[in-house]
Nanobody, 126 residues
């Protein structure tokens, strides 16, 4: 059974930074693309960032490009999301997810990710 556990959320002022971590157990972490998604109250879950299984490629939503950085440490079975220059509109629950299939091409679709964490709240105040 795959376990995905996010951490690092919290309350931060606009313009500040946070780093989210996501620890994965129960599978060969290095074989799976990883993604971050977020869901604001009353809205659908949307793509934020993704990294390929070999860290060769990263993908970002336009809304976070240039401010957020996704990375992974396969030795630690962990993926990170460094969030800088945070804005109020970044407030959401952030979810980490592992791709459903190993060695799959990275996508931005939540349906292509099969293992999800419980989420971590990020609140950006003005």
């Amino acid at each position: 059974q795959v376990h995905v556990v996010e951490s690092g959320g919290g309350l931060v002022q606009a313009g500040g930074s946070l780093r989210l971590s996501c620890a994965v157990s129960g599978r060969t972490f290095s074989s799976y693309a990883m993604g971050w998604f977020r869901q604001a109250p009353g809205e659908e879950r949307v793509f934020v960032a993704a990294v390929s299984w070999a860290s060769v490629r990263t993908y970002y939503a336009d809304s976070v490009k240039g401010r957020f950085t996704i990375s992974r440490d396969n030795a630690k079975n962990t993926v990170y999301l460094q969030m800088n220059s945070l804005k109020r509109e970044d407030t959401a629950v952030y979810y980490c997810a592992a791709a459903s299939r190993p060695f799959a091409v990275v996508t931005t679709l939540p349906t292509d990710f099969g293992s999800w964490g419980q989420g971590t709240q990020v609140t950006v105040s003005s």
